[in-house]
């Protein structure tokens, strides 16, 4: 019996989910910005200044800093193991290297607020995520830009053009890990939690594609993109090894719509997000006819067009250093919402704790503690049922990250996941120590 029509189907639960990832962390950080916003040089009062919080002379060409051309590279490794429990209990070495191009071309061709960005990345050795069940990677990171493939690939080459210091449009192929920005949970699993369910909102990453071209506008009401509005339309399939040119809206088109607001909840900053997103591209539906099984039979897999999904996260500072914007340890949370099919996500939630370290004279640590908990469809159908005997996914993670240096950063990892992959996996128990050098 030839079952490989099914394996593919039944897969795809997983790979779309560890495999597609969309995101943020502290302000001034780099991540803590939505895709198409520029990570370093920000536009502000009608000059391109870059982002104080960002020391350019870490760069170590701060000549080339100040004629408009920053360099952010850094490469994070990690040693991580399911110690007990999972599918497979192994420890595995692997990394991930990113290299960041940022423009200023109001230095550089005289056009003011107009800014380009181009990323390179790459991965190399192994890491555990298929060994837990889950289907929340427990790090993201090692999955991307294309898990199991070590080539360097340009996953983002995109400019941005600010009208005014509140408004501007960006157009290109954008990597959209970064794209629900939250102060404690978020990032690209490098400076704050690992596992992508404390990255981002798994819910609409089935319509979002981790890279592909791109094209939307913006209303911010600060710099930083604190509060902001953004709309985006863009190519469903995946662009990550190619341009995407030649193919461009050929299986469709994702529509987002999103709005950040800056709270001040007991005089303590903090966001509410709140957006959408809606796919006209076809999808493999979750609940298949059994005899797909049976290929003489010639029953084709079933599709399902358009998909849809709502999503939500706060943030919210509990103590905060006045004298120190960014500094401080908080509550945040997730939630979101889909149509359940073809999605096989149909609900999700997490809440965690996080923030910089309390610890006298470790003030520039981090820690974080959350749990989640993603609903899986309750159509996916006889085929998933038998052969993967799924299940609702739930987690916790907890970590620690130590700055050694203002270049290099440890953290220690520890995840406890019950996998929604029931079969051959149990209650599964990670651990890992994660290394990050800036360049």
């Not at 930083?224 to 299986?251: H, M, W």
Request: proline fraction near 6%; glycine fraction near 12%; hydrophobic fraction near 40%.
């Amino acid at each position: 019996m030839n079952q490989v029509p099914a394996i593919r189907l039944l897969s795809g639960i997983y790979l779309l989910i560890t495999f597609s990832a969309v995101a943020l962390a502290q302000q001034g950080v780099d991540d803590d910005l939505p895709f198409g916003a520029p990570d370093l040089l920000l536009y502000e009062n009608g000059q391109a200044e870059p982002n104080e919080q960002i020391d350019l002379t870490s760069t170590g060409i701060p000549c080339l800093a100040e004629h408009g051309i920053v360099i952010d590279a850094d490469v994070t490794q990690f040693y991580y193991g399911v110690a007990s429990g999972g599918r497979e209990q192994e420890f595995s070495y692997g990394g991930h290297g990113d290299y960041v191009f940022n423009l200023d071309m109001g230095k550089i061709a005289d056009q003011e607020g107009l800014f380009v960005q181009v990323r390179a990345e790459h991965r190399f050795g192994n890491d555990v995520n298929s060994s837990t069940g889950a289907l929340m990677p427990s790090s993201i990171l090692m999955g991307l830009p294309v898990p199991d493939d070590n080539d360097l690939v340009l996953s983002e080459y995109f400019a941005t053009q600010f009208f005014s210091e509140n408004i501007g449009v960006f157009a290109g192929k954008t990597a959209r890990i970064e794209g629900d920005p939250n102060r404690f949970a978020a990032g690209r699993g490098r400076e704050q939690f690992s596992n992508l369910a404390f990255v981002a909102n798994p819910i609409p990453l089935l319509a979002i594609p981790y890279s592909s071209l791109s094209a939307g506008a913006f209303y911010t009401t600060d710099p930083f993109f604190n509060q902001y509005l953004r709309f985006v339309i863009l190519d469903p399939a995946d662009k990550t090894t190619t341009t995407g040119f030649n193919d461009l809206f050929s299986e469709g088109v994702t529509l987002i719509g999103e709005g950040r607001l800056h709270t001040h909840w007991g005089g303590k900053s903090g966001h509410v997000l709140m957006g959408g997103v809606w796919s006209s591209r076809n999808f493999n539906a979750v609940g298949q006819d059994p005899r797909i099984l049976f290929p003489p039979l010639g029953v084709p897999i079933a599709e399902k067009s358009d998909t849809w999904a709502l999503f939500w996260n706060f943030d919210q500072f509990l103590v905060e250093d006045r004298c120190h914007p960014g500094r401080g340890w908080g509550v945040f949370g997730r939630a979101g919402i889909s149509d359940g099919n073809p999605n096989p996500i149909e609900w999700f939630l997490s809440l965690g704790l996080g923030g910089t370290s309390p610890i006298c004279g470790r003030e520039n640590d981090s820690f974080g503690a959350g749990w989640y908990y993603l609903g899986l469809s309750d159509e996916l159908g006889q085929i998933a049922n038998v052969l993967l005997q799924p299940r609702d996914e739930t987690g916790v993670e907890l970590y620690y990250k130590a700055a050694v240096n203002p270049w290099f950063e440890v953290t220690a990892d520890v995840q406890v996941t019950e996998p929604a992959i029931r079969r051959d996996a149990t209650t599964a128990l990670v651990a890992g120590l994660r290394a990050n050098i800036e360049f």
